[in-house]
Structure formats: C-alpha cells, structure tokens
C-alpha cells in the first residue's frame, strides 16, 4: 500500500512544478461548470491519459535502455525542434495550428448547452491537459518508468502509474476549486509569455548542443535535483527507511537512471535508492513453519520459472526445471557486492552442504546492481573467494530475475519436489525459520533421517552478523544518481574533474571529499594522488565498495577513525595502522569496533590515483 500512496503523493506534487502553469488555463476555464457534466469528465480524461503516456514512455525507455545511442539522437532531434517552435512564432504557430483549431472546437462545444457534448467536451480537453501534464512529472514517476523499463511490463507498474495519475488528478481538482482567483491573477502576466517563450526556446537549444557535443552530460541530472523534485525526494527519503538496505517496494533495483540527459545503458544504477532488504521478513507460510510441534502446511505461491536467461553456469552445466523435478531446491537471489548478501550467504552455504545428500539443490542467481558485477571474470572470482560451490546462473540480462517478479538482494525461493514455490523469504534474518522449511519439503519429497539440528552463524569479516541495533547509518551511495547526504563545500560538478574540502565538519551520515575527484553517475574516481572520503557514520561496522583504477592497477590507501588510527577496531580489509589496497572491484570491510557504538568520523585517504567509490553500507 505504502508504494502507491508514494506514487499517488508525487502526482499530487506536480502540481507546484512551474512547468505546470501553462496548463493551467485551460483548466481554470472549467470553473463553474457542473462538477459531473464538465471537471469529473476532464479529471478523467486526464487521468487516463497521463497514464498511457507513462506506459509508452515505459516501452519507449526499455527499448532505450537496449539501442541508448539511436533513442538520444531521436530526443535530441525532437528537443531541437521543441526549441524552434519556441523561438519562432511562426514555426509554431503552423505546427500547432491543427490543435489550436482543435481547440477552438472544444471551447466551442463545451459551452453549448448540451449536456452530452459538454461531457465529450470536457473529456477532450483532460486527454489534451493529461499530454501536457506528463512531461512535468518528476522522480517519482521516473523511479516507476525506469523500473518499468528494466523489468518489462507488469500490473504492478501499471498500478503504480494509475497512482501516480490519480495525485496529479487531485491536485488538478484542487486547482478547479480555487481556480478563479489563481487565473485572474496569471492574466497580468501573460503579455510577457512570448518573450518568455523565446528565452526558453534559446535555452532549449543550447541545452540540445551541449548534450549533442557531450559538453556536460550531468547537467540535466543537477536540474533535476532542485525546485519541485527535491520535495518528491524527501518524500521518497521519508520511506526508504534509516536502517542499512531498508526494501524498496516500488520498484526492482538496479533501475536505469531516469534524470540523467539519455538513456542508461548496462549497468546503470537506480536512480533513488536500493532494493536491499534487511529484515524484509519472509511469507506467513515461513513463520507458521518456524512453530513448534508439527508445521502448518506451506501454500503453492506458484510454479519455478525457467532459468533458461542465465549469461553463463558457474559450478554446473545449465540447469533447467525440468532437470529439478523431484529435488527440493532453493533459488537464491544475490549479488557479491552487496553487504545484505554476504551476511546470508554462510547460511546459504550450510544449507546447501548439510542437505544435499538428503536432495536439496541450491541455485544462486547472480543478479548485477553495479556495472562491473555484469563481468563473469569477477563473479568467478567472487565465487571462488566467497568458497561459493553450489551452482551459480549469472543472470547480467535480468530474465531470471523478471521471470520470478524479484525485487529485493537476497531473496530466496523455496521449491518442493514438484516445482511448486511454497515459500519465500526477503532479506536478512529468520534463519530457523527458512531451515525448518527446507526440512519440511524435504520431509514431503520422502527424505529420512535428516541431520540434527539447526545450521549456526559462522560469519566472519563482511559475511559477520550485523548489530541491527546499533546501526544509525543508512547505506549511502557516493555516484550522483543516488547520492544522499553530500557535505562538501559549494556545488557539485558532475562528470568533471573538481577541487573538493571536507569542510569545517560533518553531522551524523553526511559525506564529503577532500582532493580532485570526478563525480560519475554510478561511481566517483580519484584524478590526484591523496584524496579522501569522510563519513560520519553510527554503527559497528563500515564497508566502502570500491574498485582499482580503469586499467587495474592497485590503490594503497590508509584509513582513520576520528583523526587516530583504528587499531583494534580496524576491518578485514585494513590492518591496525589503517592500511590497505584496493586491488578488485568489490565490498571492503574498512571498520570492525568493539564496545560501545557511538559516533565516529571516518575517513580513507588514498595515495594513489584512479580509485572508484561505490557506495557505503554499515553492519
């Protein structure tokens, strides 16, 4: 439900975008009229059309995301000529003529005395009023389109964009009822519309130059992050939740990013935040599973899809459901970057090495959030680090994640003999629980004298259980599509090298850079030996994800805690002087302290240029 009123509250903010003024009048005019004869037939139309151009605007963005170069020269050529049409009368006025003329019907009709026409009528002009509202819209409708766009279409984002229709329908009702007083007043100022118009139409073109030339391609994403969207931003904020990998239910992760000047390609980052689930809980049918005495039977929640759309097996030829049929199997969804991940993958491993004999298969489906997890060379490296050796479908194209409707890391499916899913569990935690359902399909498919007990926590380093109780941090990413919390002195320069401070201190989960570092939509390098990264982080454990320079080359790096060396609270990845070297892209355990949790300041500093920062997660 949560997501929905999300969706349904960012429609409702559209309302006070200043792209929306010039639809206004045309709804101004409906003042007056009978609600069900002319605004409810206009809200509706509106409505219904601003969700059609979202589902186009879906289709349009998947094809995007698998030919981006064809779909940025098709929206520069439709930008440029937008342009002209603002900056020349002329131009505009014959291109736009058969909908002026159009328009002037609509008036006509809607104020004639039949009923029947003026419903028609109304309905019309909220078709015309959804096309011009569409394009108003901002991160929230974003987050759905490129969810949406990565993932194919579903009832659940066609739901989403009713939401989203509905909200901005709301406020444009709000704006019937006091409708009146706002038009008189926007009547004083429209003398000066066309001049405005002109100086649009020029900032549009240079706008389409500059990207055209690749002058400064995150400069659309700066926009976007003032104005109207930073209200739906703190709206989405509210949600996600403070706790480190909190679930996004809107949307599957790993989204392209809706804000930046063209169309993501492979690899791209979601634009708002993670799907991680920590703690997301698992179905009813699992926690009935975990009671004592004998386990209330588990519901049929589906079949197991096909797993034809792995890329690549690691650990096993390709493995089909057919070839399943009578194993028990658990499909787990991961990927080796991410910290939710790895703390669930010792249980992960137990399981599948304590109940194979007894017919147990366990899948892991390798689903990439970053670019360089879609390189089968470094998920084989993972694999072989992690000492991963149950069957691995590395699923770089997302058709195994989509087949099962996934939206959270990790997420695991549980398969009878029959291939029937029975159950599911999101995130973290409730590892009894999912065990005793292992053992109860197990049991069903005619399994004896199964191994005692239940499977213990054997973590150590990243893979170690988190202190949920002391977390205070959220996962933070340090690429702009998703960047939160950024302190550093005066603004950002995005895909440029820039001179960055530390500043004169940070508050509780702000970050900062101190050096020249390029800031990139998904990841932020370093272009001068001794830069460095500062958080102000409460929690037990800090993690940066982290990767060489472009070429490989090894980054040696040195960490401190409130200005000191770690000493015994360093990381895995560090040793009691703060050292350590990046040397493959993946999770660097930084911070491990013991006693109290209270606020520190953390900072790496680099020695060597060319790093690549990801994101933050804590534990």
């Known amino acids: 439900m949560i997501p929905f009123l999300i969706a349904w509250l960012g429609g409702v903010l559209t309302i006070v975008s200043p792209c929306i003024l010039p639809v206004l009048p045309f709804v101004f005019a409906r003042t007056g009229k009978p609600f069900m004869q002319s605004s409810l037939p206009l809200l509706i139309g509106m409505a219904a ?9 879906a289709v349009g963005g998947g094809w995007a995301v698998a030919a981006n170069q064809y779909g940025r020269i098709a929206a520069l050529v439709v930008l440029a000529l937008f342009g002209l049409t603002l900056l020349l009368p002329k131009l505009s006025d014959t291109m736009t003529r058969p909908l002026v003329a159009l328009g002037a019907r ?55 964009l009713l939401s989203y229709a509905a909200g901005a329908a709301t406020s444009l009702a709000l704006a019937l009822v006091v409708g009146g007083k706002v038009f008189t007043a926007m009547k004083k100022t429209l003398h000066i519309s066309e001049w405005v118009k002109r100086g649009l139409g020029v900032a549009v073109l240079a706008g389409v130059a500059a990207i ?25 904020d509210r949600f996600h939740g403070a706790k480190n990998g909190s679930p996004d239910a809107m949307m599957a992760a790993n989204a392209p990013s809706a804000a930046s000047g063209s169309a993501a390609g492979a690899g791209a980052s979601t634009s708002m935040s993670s799907a991680n689930a920590a703690n997301a809980g698992g179905s009813q049918a699992m926690a009935q599973a975990a009671q004592p005495g004998s386990p209330a039977p588990l519901p049929v929640e589906g079949t197991l899809p096909s797993l034809d759309g792995a890329v690549q097996w ?29 703390r669930t993958l010792p249980y992960v491993k137990a399981w599948a090495d304590k109940y194979k004999d007894a017919g147990l298969v366990v899948i892991g489906v390798h689903t990439p959030e970053f670019a360089f997890e879609k390189e089968v060379g470094n998920v084989s490296r993972a694999v072989k680090d992690l000492k991963v050796n149950f069957p691995v479908a590395i699923d770089d194209n997302y058709k195994i994640w989509r087949a099962f409707n996934n939206q959270y890391w990790p997420a695991d499916y549980f ?42 926590d054997t973590g150590t380093g990243a893979e170690a259980a988190p202190e949920m109780a ?27 090298p820039h001179r960055y401070t530390l500043g004169n201190g940070l508050g509780l989960n702000d970050w900062a850079l101190d050096g020249t570092w390029t800031l990139g939509a998904e990841h932020t390098d370093l272009d001068q030996p001794g830069g460095a990264i500062a958080f102000r982080f409460h929690a037990r454990d800090l993690h940066l994800v982290l990767g060489p320079t472009a070429n490989g080359q090894p980054v040696r790096f040195q960490v401190t805690i409130d200005g000191k060396a770690p000493g ?52």
Not at 314 to 334: E, I
Not at 586 to 610: A, C, K, N, W
């Open 568 to 619: 015994a609270n360093h990381g895995s990845d560090t040793d009691a002087n703060g050292n350590g070297t990046v040397t493959s892209q993946r999770l660097y355990q930084l911070v491990r302290q013991s006693g109290t949790i209270t606020d520190h300041t953390f900072e790496i500093r680099f020695l060597d240029p060319g790093v690549r920062a990801y994101a933050f997660t804590f534990g």
């Open 212 to 236: 055209a030339a690749h002058a400064d391609t995150g400069f659309l994403t700066h926009l976007s992050l003032s104005g109207t969207n930073s209200l739906e931003q703190s709206v989405l």
């Open 106 to 160: 609509l008036s006509e009709t809607a104020q004639g005395a039949d009923t029947k026409s003026t419903i028609w009528a109304s309905l019309l002009l909220g078709v015309a009023t959804g096309l011009l509202w569409a394009p108003c819209a901002g991160p929230i409708l974003g987050l759905i389109l490129t969810g949406a766009a990565l993932q194919g279409a579903s009832v659940h984002t066609s739901l989403l």
């Open 314 to 342: 690691l650990n096993s030829p390709p493995l089909t459901a057919a070839q399943l049929r009578g194993k028990v199997v658990l499909v787990d969804f991961w990927t080796y970057s991410c910290i939710n991940c790895l």
């Open 415 to 456: 398969v009878d003999a029959q291939g029937r899913i029975r159950a599911h569990h999101f995130g973290e935690g409730d590892y009894a629980g999912s065990e005793q359902v292992i053992r109860q399909l197990l049991t069903e498919a005619g399994a004896h004298n199964l191994p005692d007990g239940m499977v213990k």
């Open 49 to 57: 059309t601003f969700s059609a151009v979202g589902a186009l605007a």
């Open 470 to 496: 002391d977390i205070q941090s959220p996962e933070t990413y340090v690429g702009y599509d998703r960047a939160t919390n950024f302190a550093s002195p005066g603004e950002p320069v995005l895909d440029k």
